[in-house]
């Protein structure tokens, strides 16, 4: 098998997986109880999230577990409205966030707030200029992706971040660091408050967290006793919280190098990919190089992925987490419905090999010969 859909989701390592089975039978015990079980998995519970915030220069009580980024992105996005109705009811995102950021502002909509959606350049780039017109003395969050997801651009936060301070200080700034943490540096005091989904950097599905700055207000989207966290109630899951801890430290780890690497492999597929007349690579200067875009002009995104699959091969088509057949973010970058119908995605990690590469672009070659061969007979 070549699996390459790592941005959709990622293989749970063999160390993260330890850590979580090590958690699940030596602590049984519900850290929020007062008795000795309840007190070592405390203990545990502690110290992975002190490693986690270590590792991303946070305070302990900035760090809000969840089960992933949609409910991150959830519980900033109306815990926001909610806690800062009373100053303002604008909310500024971009055009290039995941479909879960546009859901809730739909809902948000119904709920009496304004979305203003800023734009970006022909390159994906935030317009600075058209930032800076749309945050307004009602704005009261701005939410932009850190990485987008299908075409994988990536922004400068801090410089978002001074954008926005500048035209109103008490704006706050939320980026979804989702496809952004574990491939590219991302430093988390350019940001008010961020989400993430353990599963995309190879831990277990199913945990996640939302930074929040401690000057935020959040109302919680899940009430409860309130024990564990108040903004968050439930008994905490140590095991998922300790397997995220040690996959956020393996992520870390060598960031840069591993980047490279990619890198690497995405010129390899970029250079053999640029020579097929019919195909087009929907990537910019700013696309990450572990999210590589292209749009087939003849054959079907659906199509072309099940048959690379009867080879073992595993893709993506942009709509893997949106709902209709349109990709959003070319659509965004490119304004062209064609490209945006018919792109894939093909996602790569540090774990990738040469060889895959190798092998992935032979089977690309005859699938893509075949089925252009097909197309041209029914024609
Ligand atoms: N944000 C981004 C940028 C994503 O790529 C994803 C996953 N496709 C999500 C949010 C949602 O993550 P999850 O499904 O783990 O909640």
């Given at each position: 098998m070549i699996y390459l859909d790592y941005s959709a989701t990622t293989p749970v390592s063999y160390d993260v997986l330890e850590s979580y089975?090590?958690?699940?039978?030596?602590?049984m015990g519900n850290a929020n109880s007062i008795h000795s079980l309840g007190v070592k998995s405390k203990v545990l519970l502690n110290s992975a999230t002190k490693q986690i915030c270590e590792l991303l220069s946070i305070n302990?009580?900035?760090?809000?577990y969840t089960s992933g980024a949609t409910e991150s992105n959830n519980m900033a996005l109306k815990g926001v409205?909610?806690?800062y109705q009373n100053r303002g009811k604008n909310i500024v995102v971009s055009k290039l966030e995941h479909p879960s950021i546009y859901k809730i502002c739909e809902f948000l909509e119904t709920q009496g707030f304004e979305i203003t959606y800023v734009d970006n350049d022909s390159d994906g780039l935030i317009d600075f200029e058209d930032l800076r017109n749309k945050v307004r003395s009602d704005t009261i969050l701005v939410s932009i992706c850190a990485v987008n997801s299908e075409v994988g651009i990536r922004q400068p936060l801090k410089t978002l971040r001074q954008i926005i301070k500048k035209e109103n200080v008490d704006t706050i700034f939320h980026s979804d660091i989702t496809q952004a943490i574990g491939k590219v540096p991302v430093n988390l005091h350019d940001v008010d408050m961020a989400s993430m989904s353990g599963h995309k950097i190879f831990?277990?599905?199913?945990?996640?967290?939302l930074y929040k700055n401690s000057k935020v207000r959040l109302i919680p989207?899940?009430?409860g006793s309130g024990k564990f966290n108040d903004l968050r109630s439930g008994t905490p899951p140590?095991?998922?919280i300790v397997a995220l801890s040690k996959a956020i430290r393996i992520a870390l780890k060598d960031i840069e190098s591993k980047e490279v690497s990619v890198k690497k492999l995405n010129d390899r597929i970029c250079d053999n990919l640029s020579k097929y007349e019919g195909i087009i690579l929907n990537?910019?200067?700013?696309?990450?190089?572990?999210i590589l875009n292209i749009s087939l002009s003849n054959i079907r995104p659906e199509t072309f992925i099940h048959a690379m699959e009867e080879e073992e091969i595993y893709l993506s088509t942009n709509t893997a987490c949106a709902s209709g057949d349109l990709s959003t973010s070319v659509m965004a970058l490119f304004n062209d419905k064609d490209r945006a119908t018919s792109s894939i995605r093909i996602s790569?990690?540090?774990v990738t090999t040469n060889e895959e590469v190798s092998k992935f672009l032979s089977i690309f070659k005859t699938k893509y010969e075949e089925l252009n061969n097909l197309k041209s007979k029914e024609n």
């Open positions: 089975n090590k958690a699940t039978k030596d602590y302990e009580d900035e760090l809000i409205a909610l806690a831990g277990p599905k199913g945990i996640g967290f989207l899940i009430h140590l095991p998922l990537k910019t200067k700013y696309s990450i190089p572990h790569l990690s540090y």
